[in-house]
């Protein structure tokens, strides 16, 4: 018996692109790419989660060409013959299987410590190098790695237009470098980067504006933010809807035309007075499609707190809760990480209601592409 899933199934367009439904498999470090070049197994992967109806895949984060942007092994990077060749792959089977797919594009800053991959003597680099507020970590950037680093995601973003590729994620979030630039903790500069929201989004908006300017008016531009850190879960960039308005503008200036606001449980209010989540807030306040995610499809962490005691009660009430929100056009997509790294036939059991045969998420499940 098939489950109304209301909105999750509807086309979404955004600029020429249309994705078949509203439902994107979340971006999510894998570590399954030696020397940075995704394989036949990278391939595979994303082939069987377009294969069973995701709309749109977002990859997981995918290093730009600077020398510092990465910050663990195995990771796929977005430069170089070798790499984008692999990508091309990865394109034409989510391709042939009938999803989209956008490239997250990365940058970790100060998340890097030396003895990392490619090469270990290359220290971190963010606006105050700074890891955390009061913990020191590689080197303070100047104008010219500004630059340097804008010009590498401007130079990602073309490739991925070039490789076929149906738009990019540029990763804002989590407390990584573009997210260390819009902390007040981790962005303690004195110039033009640093000080009011204005100046510590200035990074973000350039680097927006130049993909733009590279890709042209009509390739999506997504742009992945978050209130919480890595570095501290309880963290703000905005602690009300009208510090959350003052971010947002000047990105919608920029170019960016969907925004996927992350957060860690997607039914959880984000500001006092308000059932909407940061998704929510970002779609009414920005006027741009705005992505969720958040524990969708997990068996922990659900709506009433607690663990039901069978499988299909809390998936029940947690695509519920969804749809609902859905229905009331809070966002306009969802992405879905953990329920799809663990079973990439969550989506069709799901609309099928074959919910008893979803599988649980396992963390052994990290440590396997399948």
Do not use: C
């Not at 394989?39 to 995701?54: D, F, I, K, P, Q």
């Amino acid at each position: 018996m098939s489950m109304n899933l209301g909105p999750m199934f509807e086309p979404f367009e955004v600029h020429n692109l249309t994705l078949r439904n509203r439902v994107a498999m979340a971006p999510m470090t894998r570590n399954f790419s030696p020397k940075g070049v995704p394989g036949e197994n990278v391939v595979a992967y994303y082939r069987r989660r377009a294969e069973a109806g995701v709309g749109l895949v977002i990859t997981e984060g995918t290093t730009v060409n600077h020398i510092a942007a990465n910050g663990y092994p195995n990771v796929p990077q977005f430069h170089g013959d070798e790499a984008l060749a692999g990508w091309k792959n990865v394109v034409d089977a989510v391709h042939e299987a009938g999803g989209a797919i956008f490239p997250q594009l990365w940058h970790v800053g100060a998340v890097r410590r030396e003895g990392t991959e490619p090469d270990a003597s290359v220290p971190g680099y963010s606006p105050s190098g700074l890891f955390a507020p009061g913990k020191p970590n590689g080197k303070a950037m100047s104008k010219e790695d500004i630059d340097d680093v804008i010009k590498a995601f401007a130079d990602a973003a073309q490739d991925a237009k070039a490789l076929g590729f149906d738009g990019v994620e540029i990763h804002g979030a989590h407390g990584y470098l573009l997210d260390q630039f819009l902390w007040e903790g981790t962005n303690q500069r004195d110039d033009e980067y640093g000080g009011s929201m204005e100046n510590r989004l200035r990074f973000v908006v350039e680097i927006v504006e130049a993909v733009r300017h590279r890709v042209g008016p009509d390739f999506p531009i997504m742009l992945r933010f978050s209130q919480w850190k890595q570095q501290d879960y309880s963290a703000k960039l905005a602690n009300s809807p009208e510090e959350l308005e003052q971010f947002l503008k000047p990105l919608v200036n920029a170019g960016v035309d969907i925004f996927h606001a992350s957060t860690r449980r997607f039914w959880e209010p984000e500001f006092e007075g308000s059932s909407l989540n940061l998704a929510g807030w970002t779609q009414k306040l920005s006027g741009k499609p705005t992505m969720s995610v958040g524990s969708v499809g997990l068996t922990e962490d659900f709506i009433s707190g607690t663990m039901a005691s069978k499988q299909e009660s809390v998936e029940q009430s947690g695509i519920d809760e969804l749809v609902e929100r859905m229905n009331n056009h809070e966002f306009e997509l969802i992405a879905v990480g953990r329920a799809l790294l663990q079973d990439p036939q969550w989506l069709t059991k799901v609309k099928e209601g074959r919910i008893n045969e979803v599988d649980d998420f396992a963390r052994k499940s990290l440590t396997k592409l399948y």
